[in-house]
């Protein structure tokens, strides 16, 4: 794709060429998945189920097919290339959605962002993510008391997923820790298992993590991921083992001193060999992106994934513009590839409610062409002739209303400017203030903040019961309060915001028993 853009024109052909071939074996290859997906065999099933996880985990299979969309130039590729571009995002966005919808539309997935090089923070406050400076391996210098206040994060969270996954509520646990056709050797898999763990634990994912951890321990029975007869209690202790295994010593600290002191991040004097590495697997979700550049190299994460947030992506008049360029070809099209086009369109308009998007004046002379041509009652023209009539008549009734339409039929349109022209001119701005606002104290909710921290000071769940009794709309989060919280200095430590859990009676452990 980066030759495609390099080269000028007629030179760029042959690179378009060998990219058409691989996007065919691409498609060629989720077929194949597609058809083992579908096999009477449990096992052939499993080994497609293992396949699908894998294609839609790495974010390079789920991203590849926007770039392409959005980079395309019709000078330096064929009119072909763009079709089966088309016809394999059809069949991926396909094969996510039932893969999703047989599991509940949960599925976690990888994903990456730039590894901020130059971001240190002062230490005193809160754990890792307000401790040191970067390395050059992308990872934070923790002590040992930091290291302990950053589980204790995570350990109350735990506790209750597990708790929850014990009480039988684990129906939906399709973790597979271990790949019997994989060429990894089973070391190997146990180390990245727990290295996921880790991942998902970091991200706030317990739920996840606590499946995967118990999948893992009925695979390796020695003792790394706890016994079978572990009780939640014991399984805690285990995951904070794997939690803190991801500490390693500082192999090259004069290097690594160096390059944090050349970078203006290292914290004052001393050796600070006593410190120990944080493998940077989650950032923290409120910090921004370091588009800056500096460091090298990226840190992965996972989330849960978004088929509704996956479709929007497409939602660009880049990708609407070439999806155009096919469908002006309607009539030597096959029928698979029109309707490829017809669903996409219809699930950006309908799904994501993006219908402003296609009012465009060259969209709006093939949707003539369409309703006017004479086979547009036939069967295989009936997608194509109602999705035309659909956009077409939205248009019309919002441009009584609205008669800036015509002159905005002109020109190509953003989500933003779409936004507008559903919510009125000047709302985008509006939104954007309001989710501005989210973030913002005023004085006033300082000032509450406090009074209710003196009001419930003491109270089993702290910030709950703040939650409720805050003023605003929408409802704060528990971590934009505790945050809140240790930003005025009410609180020193998240452990001072832990929810007490109620003393356990000495019966309980016979009966868990």
Known sequence: SESIQLE????????????????????????????????????????????????????????????????????????????????????YVKLIEKYCKDRGGRIMVQARKKASKGRGKKSGGGAGRAGAAANKRGAWSLTDEQMQELWDEHAEFSTSALESLSSGNDEDNDALPFDAASELPE???????????????????????????????????????????????DEVVCMRQIFFNMITPNLAPDDDAAEAEAAGTQEGGGDGT?????????????????????????????????????????????????????????????VPLNHCVVKMMYRIAHDCQLMPLFFQLSLFGVFD?????????????????????????????????????????????????????QNGYGSAKTSKDRILAQKVWTDDQKEQLAQLYERFQGSSDLVSDIMVELEHEPPRSRRQVSQQLMKQGLVTSRKELQQKRAPRQEGDGARKA
């Not at 396949?51 to 926007?66: A, C, G, K, T």
């Not at 996921?196 to 706030?204: A, D, N, P, Q």
């Not at 006017?372 to 009584?400: C, G, W």
Request: glycine share 4%; proline share 2%; hydrophobic share 40%.
């Open 187 to 233: 070391d190997v898999q146990r180390s990245s298992t727990a290295e996921l763990i880790r991942s998902h634990l970091l991200s706030s994912a317990y739920r996840r993590a606590c499946q995967l951890f118990r999948a893992a321990r009925d695979i390796w029975s020695d003792g790394t991921f706890g016994r079978a007869d572990s009780t939640v209690e």
């Open 274 to 334: 006593e410190g120990r590495e944080f493998i940077g697997a989650g950032a923290d979700d409120d910090d921004e992106d370091d588009e800056g550049g500096g460091g090298g190299g990226s840190v992965s994460y996972d989330f849960e994934f978004n088929l509704q947030n996956y479709i929007a992506k497409f939602a660009s008049f880049r990708v609407v513009r070439n999806y155009g360029l096919v469908l002006e070809r309607y009539q030597t099209n096959s």
């Open 369 to 421: 062409r369409i309703l006017n041509d004479p086979a547009a009652t036939n069967k295989h023209m009936s997608e194509l002739y109602k999705l035309s009539a659909y956009i077409v008549r939205a248009f019309t009734e919002r441009v009584q209303e609205n008669p800036v339409l015509y002159a905005e039929a002109l020109f190509w349109k953003d989500a933003s400017a779409c936004y507008e022209i």
């Open 8 to 91: 000028k024109n007629e030179a760029a052909r042959p690179w378009s060429k060998r990219l058409q071939y691989a996007i065919q074996a691409y498609r060629e290859l989720l077929e194949y998945v597609q058809v083992l997906a579908l096999s009477s065999d449990e096992e052939v099933r499993d080994n497609a189920k293992i396949m699908q996880r894998n294609i839609f985990y790495i974010p390079e299979y789920r991203d590849i097919f926007l770039a392409l969309l959005k980079n395309y130039d019709e000078v330096k590729s064929d009119k072909s290339f763009l079709s089966d571009v088309v016809e394999t995002v059809h069949l």
